[in-house]
């Protein structure tokens, strides 16, 4: 109406919260009306639902959309990973160290107390700021900005309130004494100690009470400033695998070249000695000598191997390294019965020179299979024994007139256990010698040219005279009696 003045309205928070309380929808007022007044002391009335279409419904659920929305704007930067992996290390670090402070009692800083903060009493006609903590995680806030505030749009903020460091946990309490223990004597005091003694405790606990930072704030920074020395790559090690496998063939081939020499010296130092045992030898013998080829050769390298001297009273043992199937008796191919050379064996048999008296002279040792054959051959071979033997036993020279000889005929060799006699009948006679029997051819002289006689039934000897006969009887002996 014309005339009047216009009306004025208002609208405050106070006002609109009691109409969302009372289910209402908040809307301008004239001036004049009479707000409803809060009464602070009386017990809130439980809210009526609100209408589908309110927007923020009630205050503590838009203050958590807030700060919802603040911790999906603010991502977590890389100092705030890596401290939330090391933070229990950090910790611990940090607990030893206050410890070791503590157990060597230097005197550290005291952090200045902060005052309580003020108790802030909402009212309705000047609602408070809402004081949100940033999230754990958000460490790119700045250290001197802690907090923010929040406020609704259109009204006055209030200024916030500082808000103090979380205190040093506090050392714990030492236990009680027992009720009936005497009491502890008084502890000297530890001598001061100068001012100029700086720690890291120290250090530390000024640092937190200057800037009123976090000890996380301070680790973090002090972990940013150190300097990042850049580490090298190490070098590519080189395989070694080319080089061990060359080396292990180059053993394999040394130990391969070392066996086969090892090998050719066994052959070669135990090929003589095989050859060595392959002559057989019923008697010790002292020396060995070979001989080669059959008949007329054969017998002339006996007579040289008879030749060449040797030690009184030795023994030379003659054979020959190809015939290994039959004796050198054999292989002289005499004119003799077939029923004497059929039962010769080699495996026991043996020719050799023997020397008794300063005499050398060959001399057999047969290995029988028959005494009653090979008898009875020696008998039938004795008409021309002494000619197919002449070779080995010739002819004694001729000896001195028949008086000197019947002198000296007891003091030859040949005229042992004989009688002394002028003129004898030449041929084969039977004699003792060496305690066996044996068939002796002697000259007209009465001097012994050739003796054969068995040593035993399998064991034939054909020597030069009866020293001789004796000499190889004996050694037959001794290799018998040492063999069993």
């Known amino acids: 109406m014309q005339g009047e003045a216009p009306q004025k309205y208002i609208r405050t928070y106070a006002r609109d919260m009691a109409t969302v309380q009372k289910g209402g929808t908040p809307d301008l007022v004239p001036l004049g009306s009479a707000a409803p007044a809060l009464d602070a002391t009386a017990a809130p009335r439980p809210a009526a639902p609100p209408p589908a279409a309110a927007v923020v419904t009630t205050y503590d659920k838009g203050l958590q959309e807030a700060a919802g929305r603040l911790q999906e704007q ?9 401290w939330e992996k090391n933070a229990a290390e950090r910790g611990a670090v940090l607990a030893r160290l206050e410890e070791k402070a503590r157990a060597q009692q230097y005197p550290t800083s005291p952090v200045p107390a902060q005052a ?10 000047t609602p408070p700021a809402v004081l949100v903590a940033p999230p754990a995680g958000a460490l790119s806030v700045p250290a001197y900005a802690p907090t923010f505030t929040l406020g609704i749009p259109g009204e006055p903020v209030p200024e916030s309130q500082p808000v103090p460091p979380a205190p040093l946990a506090p050392s714990p309490p030492p236990a009680a004494a027992p009720v009936f223990a005497p009491p502890a004597p008084p502890r000297e005091a530890p001598p001061p100690v100068p001012d100029t003694l700086h720690t890291y405790a120290t250090d530390f606990s000024e640092r937190v009470g200057e800037s009123n930072a976090s000890r996380a704030a301070i680790l973090a920074a002090e972990a940013d400033a150190r300097p990042v020395t850049p580490v090298a790559a190490p070098a590519p090690r080189r395989s070694r695998g080319g080089a061990r496998a060359a080396i292990s063939i180059a053993l394999v081939l040394v130990g391969v070249a070392l066996v086969y020499v090892a090998y050719a010296r066994f052959v070669a130092n135990t090929g003589p000695v095989t050859l060595a045992l392959a002559p057989s030898a019923p008697i010790f013998v002292d020396e060995r000598e070979t001989v080669s080829g059959s008949g007329a050769a054969l017998v002339q390298a006996i007579e040289q191997a008879n030749g060449r001297p040797l030690a009184d009273g030795s023994i030379r043992l003659l054979y020959n390294p190809a015939a290994t199937s039959t004796s050198v008796f054999n292989e002289l191919g005499l004119a003799a019965p077939d029923v004497l050379l059929r039962n010769i064996s080699a495996a026991g048999s043996m020719a050799g020179i023997v020397s008794e008296n300063g005499e050398q002279s060959p001399f057999f040792i047969l290995s029988v299979s028959s005494y009653g054959d090979t008898f009875a051959g020696m008998l039938a071979w004795e008409p021309s024994m002494v000619n197919a033997l002449g070779a080995f036993y010739p002819p004694r020279v001729a000896a001195a007139p028949a008086a000197a000889t019947t002198t000296a005929a007891s003091s030859t060799p040949g005229a042992l256990n004989t009688p002394a006699l002028s003129a004898v009948e030449q041929g084969f006679s039977d004699e003792v010698v060496a305690n066996h029997d044996a068939r002796v051819y002697r000259d007209s002289e009465n001097r012994t040219i050739l003796i054969y006689g068995y040593w035993d039934q399998q064991t034939l000897v054909i020597t030069r005279d009866e020293a001789t006969f004796g000499a190889i009887l004996s ?4 290799s018998r ?3 069993s």
């Open 475 to 478: 050694r037959l002996a001794n």
């Open 74 to 82: 603010v991502a977590k930067s890389p100092a705030a990973v890596s």
């Open 116 to 125: 309580p903060a003020p108790h802030v009493e909402i009212h309705a006609a």
């Open 481 to 483: 009696s040492t063999s």
